[in-house]
């Protein structure tokens, strides 16, 4: 049974330049959340994805905007980066179940984002 | 505003000790909360949680307490093994409004020590 995964790993992008991270829920699961965990702090609520929409969004600007595919696959876009951009990058996926997704959300091992 | 807090950036136990991880948070929203064990280079793994409407929940070695009063929780590894030396995050959320984007603290290093 897979479990959630995300590419690429590693990537190095120049300030102003955009970039598109991608993830893959774990087998089962069709929500799939985004999270933004720079370093010495704990991940930050980017948004969540469900039914192909964004469901929730937490305190990021616009440049941060996201898809979900019919497969339950999702992508992360960022426009016009930023020094402060770098970070690791971690995608979530849970089920949804009366309208809330499953309390445990399950973690893929995040991409690496260098802004330089 | 930070609404989940864990201020213990390191903690150092023996092994075969008790390690305690500490948690306090701010919202009163919160009705459920995680916590999460990250080892380098790999994604946060879930290890267990609590409801707000318990005050203890415990799976093998592990135990976590709320006090909703206090608006804190703990986390208690008994005993504790080397491989529990990872970075531990503490996570909360709020299910009234049907949201269920998790709020983090900055986790809290715990090393065991032979």
């Known amino acids: 049974d897979a479990g959630v995964t995300q590419s690429p790993t590693h990537l190095i992008k120049t300030r102003g330049q955009q970039v598109t991270l991608r993830c893959s829920p774990k087998?089962?699961?069709?929500?799939v959340s985004w999270y933004q965990q720079a370093l010495g702090q704990g991940p930050q609520f980017i948004f969540q994805?469900?039914?192909?929409?964004?469901?929730q969004r937490g305190n990021f600007p616009d440049r941060f905007s996201g898809h979900q595919f019919p497969n339950y696959s999702s992508e992360l876009n960022v426009n016009a980066l930023l020094l402060g951009d770098s970070a690791l990058y971690l995608c979530?996926?849970?089920?949804?179940?009366?309208?809330?997704?499953?309390?445990?959300?399950?973690f893929g091992p995040g991409t690496r984002l260098t802004v330089t | 505003d930070q609404q989940v807090k864990q201020n213990s950036p390191s903690l150092s136990v023996q092994e075969g000790r008790i390690s305690i991880l500490n948690c306090d948070y701010t919202?009163?929203?919160?009705?459920?909360f995680l916590w999460y064990k990250k080892y380098p280079a790999e994604g946060p793994t879930f290890l267990i949680s609590?409801?707000?409407?318990?005050d203890k929940n415990e799976d093998g070695r592990f135990t976590v307490f709320l006090n909703k009063s206090a608006k804190h929780l703990s986390l208690h590894i008994v005993p504790s093994q080397p491989g529990d030396s990872a970075v531990y995050f503490c996570?909360?959320?709020?299910?009234?409004?049907?949201?269920?984007?998790?709020?983090f603290g900055k986790g809290t290093h715990l090393i065991i020590q032979p």
């Open positions: 979530a996926s849970s089920h949804i179940t009366g309208g809330l997704s499953s309390y445990e959300q399950y």
């Open positions: 087998s089962g699961h069709d929500t």
């Open positions: 994805y469900y039914e192909e929409e964004e469901r």
């Open positions: 919202n009163s929203m919160f009705d459920y």
């Open positions: 609590i409801s707000s409407i318990k």
């Open positions: 996570a909360a959320r709020a299910t009234g409004g049907g949201a269920d984007g998790l709020t």
